[in-house]
Structure formats: structure tokens, C-alpha cells
């Protein structure tokens, strides 16, 4: 098709492509400013597209100018890059144009000049680009990520007529919803699991201040039984909340990889240090073996303290006698380099039928015995979620009379190897 010739006060005219550069990048600061409204944004690239097309035009039909002039090209890609949500462009085709690097992290088989299914491959997402280039006509569909972590988007699609006039393109922006759509499930567990495990410890409070404001009104001595056993109860319903609090905060950033770097076996000898005690008080004793350190991993450092807690608190609490807490490095020949480590006791073990539900919300193993023994049924959950969040794995083994042995498996500081999915329990 040959170019059609542009009108004369338009060539060699840096005014216009400048006005047409400035009028979209003020169009796509105000949508930004205003959370991705799509009108905006649309009108903005569009302008920023005419902007790039006028300079290349004005490059072709006149003589060469200065290597000082750069290309207006790089000012659209530039301004992509900034834009924190995921953005594509695809032409008549639904092949790709241009994508951010938002984009290319969430989708890493988006490829220029391939096709948008290699890289997204929900039938409805498709469906609504192949619509919005026949239509013109923007629309809006969920779409939902599993791998590594589950994520939801809302991605909006509009059409973009092409500089040339040879037709339309479509944009889609993907509008992260993940946290938005955790916090609205973590509101809805938390009245459903504090409902059911609230509901005996506050019954036990409420019959035993009946019964001091009743009968044993002047009973001193069942006054001191009975208000030792609310404490007791007030005890564990703070546990019960604090727990169900740390639990939903996890849950709440499972999707955000941490950035810092610990060293996971200084953390974990504080944690023996600080177990000690406590484990002396109950009959059983804690050895650490630290191995050739450090043992550095992307992590929070809070999180992952508390996982270790987790793991001694269970093997002192449930396992009792000798504790045992290594560290050690692992070469997987998928994953890369790993850090292991391990919490072992010597106790009566688990039966195989209730390993793999271990780490549900509020399931025991015995319930009477572990209420008893102070445990909520929610440390493994908080540390199967913890190594979610770190991309890390878990993995349980016991057998009845032998004791049981938990490992958990971190990817090493700096091992460029693929992250795992999620923890996984065997």
C-alpha cells in the first residue's frame, strides 16, 4: 500500500508530533492518577502511537536530521515500562505487539510478534480480544492465574485503531485483584473458624461466672478452682486469635515473594536458644547441628521465625524427649541449590491416615490431647502458607512408635534455579 502523502504543514513539523507525544503522556498520567481508567489510558497510547508514526513519517518524507533527535518510539516504550498493572498490545491477528515488563513477568511466553494464546491461554480472555477487534467495543473479563501462586485479575480490553488506518488493535491491561479478593475470603474464614473454635472456650467462661455469681458465690475455694480454669480458657482463646490473625496477614501477602535476604541459621539459634526453657519445663531437650553456615535465603525474617517456633513448639510439645534441629545445603537437580532443615523428635509418631491433612486449619491429630497441651490446630497451616510465600516445600514423615521427622526446603540466596510452586507435604 503506498503512503499517502501528509499534508504539507505537517511534514518536518516537530510541533505536531510533539503536541500529539505531550497530549498522550497526559492523558496516560491522568488515568494512572485515576487507577487505570480505560478511556484514558486508550486515548493516551493513541496519542503517544500518532506521536511515534508522525515522527517516523516525518523521518521518511524529509532529509536527514541529526543523531541528536531521538526517535519518539522510545518515548512509548519508556512509558510502558512504568506502568506497574501488566499491558499488551496486539494487532488485527491477536499477535504480539508490545508488552511491559509487568506483562512479561506474569506471562514468560509472551513473545513479540507470536501469538497472545502461546503465552495466555483462557478461552474467555481470547474470546473478548478476538470481540473487541471485530466490535471495536471495550470489555471487561475475569481471568485467573495457578501457577506458581493462584492470582486474579480483571482484564480490561480495548480496541486501538491502528496509525496506518489498516485497521484495529487490541490493548489489554490486567488489573491485579489478588489481595482484594484474599482480604474478602480471609473476612469470611475468620467468622466461620473463630465462630466454631471460640464458641467452648466462651461457654466454659460464661457457665463458670454463672456459677460464681450463683452457688459458689461464697465457696472461696471453688472460686479459686473455677477462676484458675477461666483463665486457662481466656488463655486459649487469645491463641486462638493471635494465631487466626497471623494466619490472615500470611495469607493476605501468600503472592508476594519476600526480597530480604536471612540467614536462616542464625534465626534458627535464636530459636532453640528461646525454646529451651520451655522445653526443659516439659521433660524434653533440644540438640542444634548448624552445619558448614551460613545458610542465606529470600526471606521474612519474622515469618520464617516463626515457622522454626512452629516446628519446636509440635516436636516438644507432641514428640517430648530429644528434639533435634539441623541445617543442611542440598543440590536438586530440577530446583537447584536448597536449604534443608529439619526438626526430628523421638516421640510415638503419627499414623500415615492423618499426614496429609496435618496441615489444614484446626485439624488434630487428637483434639483432647492437643487443647490440653495448649495447641489451636493452626501452627502447621501457618507454616504451610509461610513457605508459600518463600517458595519453599514441606515434607513430613513418621511412623507410629517412631518418631517423626519434618523437613523444609528453601531455596538458596543467589542458586539461579526456578523457584518451587508451593510447599508440598508428603
Known sequence: MPDRPLPERLRGSPAWTGAAIAAGLFGLAAALAGRLDLPLILAGLGAVCLGGWLAGRDRALSPPRPAAA????????ALLAHVPDPVILVDRRTLVVEANPAA????????????????????????????????????????????????????????????????VSAVLFLRDLTSARRLEAMRVDFVANASHELRTPLA?????IETLQGPARDDAQARARFLEIMRVQALRMTRLIDDLLSLSRIELREHVAPTAVVDLGALAR?????????????????????????????????ELARVIENLIENAVKYGGGQVSVGLAREEDARLGRR???????????????????????FYRVDVASSRARG????????????????RG???????????????VSLPEYGAAAPLPAAADQA
Do not use: C, W
Not at 377 to 390: D, T
Open 375 to 390: 495447641g489451636t490446630g493452626l501452627g502447621l497451616a501457618i507454616v504451610k502458607h509461610s513457605l508459600n510465600r518463600h
Open 70 to 77: 531521538a526517535p519518539r518510539s522510545a518515548v512509548a516504550e
Open 393 to 407: 516445600r514441606l515434607a513430613i514423615e513418621s511412623a507410629v512408635g517412631q518418631g517423626t521427622v519434618v523437613r
Open 204 to 208: 466454659t467462661l460464661i457457665g463458670f
Open 339 to 361: 536449604i534443608i532443615l529439619s526438626v526430628s523428635d523421638d516421640g510415638p509418631g503419627i499414623p500415615p491416615e492423618h499426614i496429609p491433612r496435618l496441615t489444614e486449619r
Open 104 to 167: 512479561r513477568a506474569l506471562l514468560p511466553a509472551l513473545h513479540q510478534a507470536r501469538p497472545l494464546s502461546f503465552a495466555l491461554r483462557d478461552p474467555e480472555v481470547l474470546d473478548g480480544v478476538e470481540a473487541v477487534l471485530s466490535s471495536g467495543m471495550p470489555r471487561r473479563i475475569a481471568f485467573s492465574t495457578r501457577i506458581p501462586l493462584e492470582r486474579t485479575f480483571e482484564v480490561q480490553i480495548g480496541a486501538l485503531p491502528m496509525p496506518d488506518g489498516s485497521g
Open 270 to 302: 535464636q530459636m532453640v536458644d528461646a525454646q529451651g526453657p520451655p522445653a526443659e519445663a516439659r521433660g524434653a531437650s533440644i540438640r542444634f547441628e548448624d552445619g558448614a553456615g551460613p545458610y542465606p535465603v529470600p526471606g521474612d525474617a519474622d
